[in-house]
């Protein structure tokens, strides 16, 4: 199922565990800056990720020194634009619905575009030696990929103003303070940390964790009135399911619960 090896994103099937994707970012050369040929490669990866069935979480990582720099600007000046345009946005991500879960995994830092698709992430882990900045002021181009709206309703206002106005970086420790991240890692330990996680999200009920994810995005993005009214349906849905029966029964019987997705 993966992708041929050495393409600019790369999708395969976890090793530990078949239901967890593992979506890598492969331009190491560019510090896996994106133009529109990995753009697109990584909205093709994604859509493998939303439609195979056995996938419930993925995993966004980098390879290379950093997750990843942002934008390409050699291939920018030339007129290239990864996703600007479209209504996914930069990198065909940071604007796109996903119904599943995804956990950024960042090695060295994340900087621009970068960050901004940690911020489109649900969850986040980091080496403690990672950076994050928005530098775009410094390059006369601005955050317009999620993270001049993104980061000031995730941190204090005055902390994102500064990294915006600014574009100087603060380290995996800071952001993990100010809970842009889950969980800190030692170096080279990062995707086994992401890897972790998964792990937990894997063995819970498959539509109580989508439901639930539904419920959250639209809380964040719509407002508590709209979440309410998706927090009724999924309640509808998930108590007439299988797998709430299951669950009962299995806490009942003192069992792991086996999951149908049903």
Do not use: Y
Not at 130 to 141: D, Q, T
Request: glycine share 10%; aromatic share 4%.
């Amino acid at each position: 199922m993966s992708v041929t090896k050495g393409a600019p994103v790369e999708i395969s099937a976890a090793e530990r565990d078949p239901r967890i994707c593992v979506i890598t970012l492969n331009r190491p050369e560019r510090r896996n800056a994106f133009d529109t040929a990995m753009a697109d490669a990584l909205a093709r990866a994604v859509d493998t990720f939303e439609a195979e069935d056995r996938f419930r979480v993925a995993i966004l990582r980098g390879t290379g020194p950093i997750f990843c720099a942002g934008m390409d600007l050699g291939a920018f000046s030339a007129g290239d634009r990864p996703g600007l345009d479209s209504a996914n946005g930069f990198a065909q991500f940071v604007r796109r619905p996903r119904a599943k879960p995804m956990i950024a995994a960042v090695q060295g830092g994340a900087h621009a575009g970068g960050f901004e698709i940690v911020l489109a992430c649900d969850l986040a882990v980091a080496e403690k030696g990672a950076k994050f900045s928005l530098p775009e002021v410094k390059r006369a181009i601005v955050a317009a990929g999620g993270g001049a709206v993104r980061l000031p309703l995730r941190i204090p206002p005055v902390i994102a103003r500064e990294m915006l106005f600014t574009g100087k970086a603060i380290s995996a420790r800071r952001a993990h303070e100010l809970g842009l991240l889950n969980a800190l890692a030692e170096e080279g330990a990062v995707e086994e940390a992401a890897l972790g996680l998964a792990a937990e999200i894997v063995e819970n009920g498959p539509l109580a964790v989508l439901a639930t994810k539904a419920i959250v995005d639209d809380a964040l993005a719509l407002g508590e009135a709209v979440a309410w009214h998706t927090n009724k349906r999924a309640l509808d849905d998930i108590l007439s399911s299988e797998d709430a029966r299951e669950g009962a029964i299995a806490f009942k019987e003192r069992r792991p619960p086996v999951w149908r997705g049903k």
